[in-house]
Nanobody, 114 residues
Framework: QVQLVESGGGLVQPGGSLRLSCAAS????????MGWYRQAPGKQREFVAE???????NYVDAVKGRFTISRDNAKNTVYLQMNSLKFDDSAVYYC????????WGKGTLVTVSS
């Protein structure tokens, strides 16, 4: 089980930007597929983005062109740069790590509001 700690959430106005970070406690970070899901109030958790150990990136259509996922294997950290934020992006964002199984963080809240 990998311990994941997210940070970087907060309150932002529409059109603004935030960068989420997720630090993982593992010596095998480079082996993991890392990514993000989100869950808005009253909705199911949905996939947002992932990055493989080879650097391949995958995004949900709703965030393509606005969000960028990246990873720093030296720091055991995955990032989600979120630009042009919209009201619909408001949610709790959860980091996940996938290799032999799935591990999840506790989430960080992103609120987009004017």
């Amino acid at each position: 089980q990998v311990q994941l700690v997210e940070s970087g959430g907060g309150l932002v106005q529409p059109g603004g930007s935030l960068r989420l970070s997720c630090a993982a406690s593992t010596s095998f970070f480079s082996n993991y597929v890392m990514g993000w899901y989100r869950q808005a109030p009253g909705k199911q958790r949905e996939f947002v983005a992932e990055i493989t150990n080879g650097g391949y990136r995958n995004y949900v259509d709703a965030v393509k062109g606005r969000f960028t996922i990246s990873r720093d294997n030296a720091k055991n950290t995955v990032y989600l740069q979120m630009n042009s934020l919209k009201f619909d992006d408001s949610a709790v964002y959860y980091c996940f790590a996938r290799w032999t199984g799935d591990s999840w963080g506790k989430g960080t809240l992103v609120t987009v509001s004017s």
